[in-house]
């Protein structure tokens, strides 16, 4: 039994179109189908309620992010602050601060009598700061370029080179010229005012020189030219010596450089940050044994002669006998050290210590001396000397052919006969090995093959092979000075060594040097050696004057008025060092004066010489003359007014 209800009645349902099946969709049952069954948990039927999802996953995910991040800039940090801290404070200082080397002044060079060879003056080292030349300091791409172009022509630097130069990456400073004068910086600073007046006015412009800056320094001066070159020699451009003494005491002329840091700010010091400095300590001065007027009256003299005879080079060399000290050293063709762009690549030496080459006849005085010291002879002996004499395995000649010469030992040096002193220094042992041997000794005392005691750079010991190793002919030509080699200082020292009584005395070139305190440091005293005693020496030095006094001696052209005069000449067969043979011949001529109370040596010698005569006594002789005079006259030695002692120069057989 159906219950009735007081509510309305239902309405009858009335069927629906039947509605098109969704794609992949189910069909809604039809009339009369069962209803599909809803889960339990199916809520009534009405609008469709939208809900948040739960945000803490996102906010986990998110805070997570945020302290990995955290996390991060503290570990940088703790590494910027803590760990790297040093690093990074280093970096700041190199960017902030800048520091530079404060150049000591170079040390002068003076002669004996303190005047000036070698000095240095005020100078700049043009310097640039790289970053201030880039786009965002200039905004320009061709700022290098435009600052190159206009700084070429007054530094006289290649353009290109400077340009590369200002593009440097990854420093604030680079060198654009070193040692610039004063006009130069002066010209550079004139033309960064102009652009800046322009950059100014014209907001457009751009002052490309702005990072063109300059530092104080020093530039090398030779107040005398070529005067002495070879000995100064000259600096590099990096400020250190080249050459000559300018080497050999680089150290001592240099001093020692100082250094400042400051801080900077757009390449320009900042005054108020302080900064620090450690003074550079000036170099030495050094006072040399050259007396400038010898020196500059024998550099005139051989020059002349040079360019006369037409030769390869010459060199004169004048010594104080009593002391060893070089008085002059003098080169021909020369160089000026304040240009060597100038300069020919082979002047560039002092071939007085450089050249090794057979000095012929002026040697004749060691085979004298050993002569002589072994009492196998005296001045007085007769020696036959013959047209030709057979030694060995060859036939020698004297330089001019006659008849049967009637010679002492004296006229044997003072016609300078080959053969003479062959037949002479045969008397030196039993045998002609044991002569040689004695000879060899000799030279060696003498100071043949070995050093000179200058030290100086590039000097050559020459070639003196021992005595048991000279060939057949060595054994007859050493004698008169031909299959050894000297250098020209060497053949000075043997003749001075004459004239201090049989006494060597090292050479010297310095005679010392005086420190920024101002004191003066004296050199060391030179090496003496007795090489023969003094009878022989003496009994040498009138030898010596029948060479020059004695109207049949090969020397008559250094004659000097008032003077007694020793003297020696030489015409050595030359090796050319181009092709290692005999061509053409070295000319020389050595000797001292006053001959009986000796105070100056004068050495000279001419290379090759292609014009007129090529005879020792004829090109050298009158070297040799006026610069011995010049020299006399400088250091007021008067004449002794002895009489000379005129040894015999024949016999009659």
Same mark, same amino acid.
């Given at each position: 039994?159906?219950?009735?209800?007081?509510?309305?009645?239902?309405?009858?349902?009335?069927?629906?179109?039947?509605?098109?099946?969704?794609?992949?969709?189910?069909?809604?049952?039809?009339?009369?189908?069962?209803?599909?069954?809803?889960?339990?948990?199916?809520?009534?039927?009405?609008?469709?309620?939208?809900?948040?999802?739960?945000?803490?996953?996102?906010?986990?995910?998110?805070?997570?992010?945020?302290?990995?991040?955290?996390?991060?800039?503290?570990?940088?940090?703790?590494?910027?602050?803590?760990?790297? &801290?040093?690093?990074?404070?280093?970096? &700041?200082?190199?960017?902030?601060?800048?520091?530079?080397?404060?150049?000591?002044?170079?040390?002068?060079?003076?002669?004996?009598?303190? !005047?000036?060879?070698?000095?240095?003056?005020?100078?700049?080292?043009?310097?640039?700061?790289? /970053?201030?030349? /880039?786009?965002?300091?200039?905004?320009?791409?061709?700022?290098?370029?435009?600052?190159?172009?206009?700084?070429?022509?007054?530094?006289?630097?290649?353009?290109?080179?400077? &340009?590369?130069?200002?593009?440097?990456?990854?420093?604030?400073?680079? =060198?654009?010229?070193?040692?610039?004068?004063?006009?130069?910086?002066?010209?550079?600073?004139?033309?960064?005012?102009?652009?800046?007046?322009?950059?100014?006015?014209?907001?457009?412009?751009?002052?490309?020189?702005?990072?063109?800056?300059?530092?104080?320094?020093?530039?090398? =001066?030779?107040?005398?030219?070529?005067? $002495?070159?070879?000995?100064?020699?000259?600096?590099?451009?990096?400020?250190?010596?080249?050459?000559?003494?300018?080497?050999?005491?680089?150290?001592?002329?240099?001093?020692?450089?100082?250094?400042?840091?400051?801080?900077?700010?757009?390449?320009?010091?900042?005054? /108020?940050?302080?900064?620090?400095?450690?003074?550079?300590?000036? $170099?030495?001065?050094?006072?040399?044994?050259?007396?400038?007027?010898?020196?500059?009256?024998?550099?005139?003299?051989?020059?002349?002669?040079?360019?006369?005879?037409?030769?390869?080079?010459?060199? =004169?060399?004048?010594?104080?006998?009593?002391?060893?000290?070089?008085?002059?050293?003098?080169?021909?063709?020369?160089?000026?050290?304040?240009?060597?762009?100038?300069?020919?690549?082979?002047?560039?030496?002092?071939?007085?210590?450089?050249?090794?080459?057979?000095?012929?006849?002026?040697?004749?005085?060691?085979?004298?001396?050993?002569?002589?010291?072994?009492?196998?002879?005296?001045?007085?002996?007769?020696?036959? !000397?013959?047209?030709?004499?057979?030694?060995?395995?060859?036939?020698?000649?004297?330089?001019?052919?006659?008849?049967?010469?009637?010679?002492?030992?004296?006229? !044997?040096?003072?016609?300078?006969?080959?053969?003479?002193?062959?037949?002479?220094?045969?008397?030196?042992?039993?045998?002609?090995?044991?002569?040689?041997?004695?000879?060899?000794?000799?030279?060696?005392?003498?100071?043949?093959? $070995?050093?000179?005691?200058?030290?100086?750079?590039?000097?050559?010991?020459?070639?003196?092979?021992?005595?048991?190793?000279?060939?057949?002919?060595?054994?007859?030509?050493?004698?008169?000075?031909?299959?050894?080699?000297?250098?020209?200082?060497?053949?000075?020292?043997?003749?001075?060594?004459?004239?201090?009584?049989?006494?060597?005395?090292?050479?010297?070139?310095?005679?010392?040097?005086?420190?920024?305190?101002?004191?003066?440091?004296?050199?060391?005293?030179?090496?003496?050696?007795?090489?023969?005693?003094?009878?022989?020496?003496?009994?040498?030095?009138?030898?010596?004057?029948?060479?020059?006094?004695?109207?049949?001696?090969?020397? /008559?052209?250094?004659?000097?008025?008032?003077?007694? =005069?020793?003297?020696?000449?030489?015409?050595?067969?030359?090796?050319?060092?181009?092709?290692?043979?005999?061509?053409?011949?070295?000319?020389?001529? &050595? $000797?001292?004066?006053?001959?009986?109370?000796?105070?100056?040596?004068?050495?000279?010698?001419?290379?090759?010489?292609?014009?007129?005569?090529?005879?020792?006594?004829?090109?050298?002789?009158?070297?040799?003359?006026?610069?011995?005079?010049?020299?006399?006259?400088?250091?007021?030695?008067?004449?002794?007014?002895?009489?000379?002692?005129?040894?015999?120069?024949?016999?009659?057989?």
């Amino acid at each position: 039994m159906t219950e009735v209800s007081d509510r309305e009645p239902p309405r009858r349902r009335v069927p629906s179109p039947a509605r098109p099946v969704r794609p992949g969709g189910r069909q809604r049952p039809g009339p009369g189908a069962r209803p599909a069954r809803r889960p339990a948990t199916s809520r009534p039927q009405g609008p469709r309620v939208i809900r948040l999802g739960n945000p803490r996953p996102r906010l986990r995910l998110v805070s997570l992010a945020l302290t990995l991040v955290v996390i991060a800039f503290v570990v940088r940090l703790l590494q910027v602050q803590a760990v790297d &801290a040093s690093e990074y404070t280093a970096k &700041a200082e190199r960017n902030r601060y800048l520091t530079h080397t404060l150049a000591a002044e170079r040390g002068g060079i003076t002669d004996r009598n303190g !005047v000036d060879l070698a000095i240095s003056v005020d100078a700049n080292d043009i310097t640039a700061d790289p /970053t201030l030349f /880039t786009r965002e300091a200039t905004k320009i791409d061709d700022a290098p370029e435009q600052a190159a172009a206009l700084l070429g022509p007054i530094l006289d630097k290649d353009p290109d080179e400077l &340009a590369k130069k200002l593009r440097t990456k990854n420093t604030r400073y680079v =060198v654009l010229a070193r040692r610039q004068t004063p006009q130069v910086w002066t010209q550079i600073k004139d033309l960064k005012s102009t652009l800046a007046d322009k950059a100014a006015e014209d907001k457009t412009a751009v002052n490309v020189l702005a990072g063109v800056l300059q530092e104080p320094s020093s530039k090398r =001066v030779y107040p005398n030219g070529d005067l $002495g070159a070879g000995i100064l020699g000259w600096v590099n451009a990096d400020g250190k010596g080249g050459g000559g003494i300018e080497r050999k005491l680089n150290e001592d002329l240099s001093g020692k450089d100082g250094e400042i840091r400051y801080a900077q700010s757009g390449g320009r010091q900042v005054p /108020t940050a302080g900064s620090t400095e450690k003074p550079a300590v000036a $170099g030495s001065q050094v006072e040399l044994t050259i007396d400038r007027d010898i020196q500059w009256a024998a550099q005139n003299a051989i020059t002349e002669q040079v360019k006369e005879s037409k030769a390869d080079r010459g060199y =004169v060399i004048v010594q104080d006998n009593k002391t060893g000290e070089i008085l002059a050293m003098a080169n021909a063709p020369g160089f000026d050290p304040n240009d060597l762009s100038q300069a020919d690549a082979n002047a560039l030496h002092n071939w007085s210590l450089e050249d090794a080459y057979e000095p012929g006849s002026t040697a004749k005085l060691m085979s004298m001396a050993a002569v002589l010291e072994e009492n196998a002879a005296t001045p007085a002996t007769h020696v036959t !000397v013959p047209n030709r004499l057979h030694r060995g395995d060859r036939l020698f000649r004297d330089d001019i052919d006659h008849p049967t010469w009637y010679l002492t030992l004296n006229g !044997v040096l003072a016609k300078s006969s080959n053969i003479g002193t062959i037949l002479a220094t045969g008397q030196l042992g039993r045998t002609q090995k044991e002569a040689n041997q004695v000879l060899y000794s000799y030279l060696r005392k003498f100071g043949i093959g $070995g050093s000179t005691g200058l030290g100086f750079p590039g000097e050559t010991k020459g070639i003196l092979a021992p005595a048991d190793q000279w060939s057949t002919s060595q054994q007859y030509t050493i004698p008169f000075g031909q299959g050894m080699s000297i250098n020209a200082m060497q053949a000075a020292s043997v003749y001075s060594t004459i004239a201090n009584g049989g006494v060597r005395i090292e050479p010297t070139l310095v005679r010392g040097t005086k420190g920024p305190d101002g004191r003066f440091t004296p050199a060391a005293k030179p090496k003496k050696t007795r090489v023969v005693s003094e009878k022989t020496a003496k009994t040498l030095a009138q030898m010596l004057e029948s060479v020059v006094d004695d109207r049949e001696g090969t020397g /008559t052209k250094a004659r000097i008025p008032g003077y007694r =005069v020793a003297g020696k000449t030489g015409t050595a067969n030359r090796v050319d060092p181009a092709t290692g043979r005999y061509n053409g011949y070295t000319s020389s001529f &050595a $000797g001292f004066a006053p001959a009986d109370n000796p105070r100056v040596t004068v050495y000279c010698a001419i290379q090759n010489a292609t014009e007129g005569s090529y005879f020792g006594g004829q090109i050298c002789g009158p070297v040799y003359k006026e610069v011995l005079e010049f020299a006399l006259k400088t250091l007021q030695v008067p004449p002794t007014g002895a009489a000379p002692a005129r040894l015999p120069v024949t016999f009659t057989p």
